[in-house]
């Protein structure tokens, strides 16, 4: 079926694909040409994740992304795709300050980016109180329990986490409390995949894995990790299906092969006068020798 006549996915979409146990697609997507792709894939819904910074801006962590830049790619992703759920990751610092400051920047994804729903990192009870607030503000959240990126300068690193019997105590208590917070899924990065089946089967919403193993509900990947855009380190979770980085190194490099050369343009990639007469009458005007 043409993507143009597949039904606009929408949260209550999500609840009952997890009822059916079917499982859920997901990827991030920064910009126009990668979200229509990834849209036309039939990914169920699109994150447009902070990890713009690294991948796409090229910080050395998220931290440094703020709400201009996030508004700015959730905008073009949002033009790409017509199916997918679109999701706005809310970066760091645009929720910690106070209730009113987060609905606020929460609701420019909806209202000026033009995505249906928000995603916020940790399960503390002040983070809840937020969530709360964002919900009884009619808008949809995506909660994010294990691994949290914006917390790298706290943990020190990134690794996987709940792999000690009280921190994987507090990630299962603390997706919980994100489903009784309202949220309508929960993001579970870098666990043991026991832990995610657990906490899986504990939830109503659906659960969406990252380095949690088989038995959440959906799964999800960063784009530029699954088409191999890069070549540099990529986490054991991470399956790469393609290799873009090397096909367009080897495209560059016979482009510039080709230009050196001279070899291109050549005679079929160049645009041409219909009729001679008419460079002439261009080199000497009105005829004149």
Known sequence: MPIDKIPKVTIPYLHTKKQK???????????????????EAGADFILVGDSLGMVVLGYK??????????????????????????????PYFSFHLSVDETVRNASRFLKEAGAQTVKIEGASKKRLRVIESLVEAE??????????????????????????????????????????????????????????????????V??????????????????HDLVGYANGYLPKFVKRYADIHGSLSKALDAYAKDVKEGVFPDHAHSYHLKKKEILQQIVKPNGEG
């Open 139 to 204: 808008i949809p959240v995506l909660g994010h329990v294990g691994l949290t990126p914006q917390s790298i300068y706290h943990l020190g690193q990134f690794k996987v986490r709940g792999k000690e019997i009280a921190e994987a105590r507090k990630i299962m208590q603390g997706a919980k409390d994100l489903e009784n917070a309202g949220v309508y899924g929960v993001v579970l990065e870098c666990i043991p995949m026991e832990l995610a089946k657990e906490i899986t089967q504990r939830l109503a």
């Open 206 to 223: 659906p659960t969406i894995g990252i380095g949690a193993g088989p038995h959440c509900d959906g799964q999800i990947l960063v784009f």
């Open 21 to 39: 146990g079917e499982k859920i697609v997901a990827l991030t997507a920064y910009d126009f040409p990668t979200a229509k792709i990834v849209d």
């Open 61 to 90: 962590n998220t931290i440094p992304v703020t709400m201009e830049e996030m508004i700015h790619h959730t905008k073009a992703v949002v033009r790409g795709a017509q199916r997918s759920l679109i999701v706005g990751d809310m």
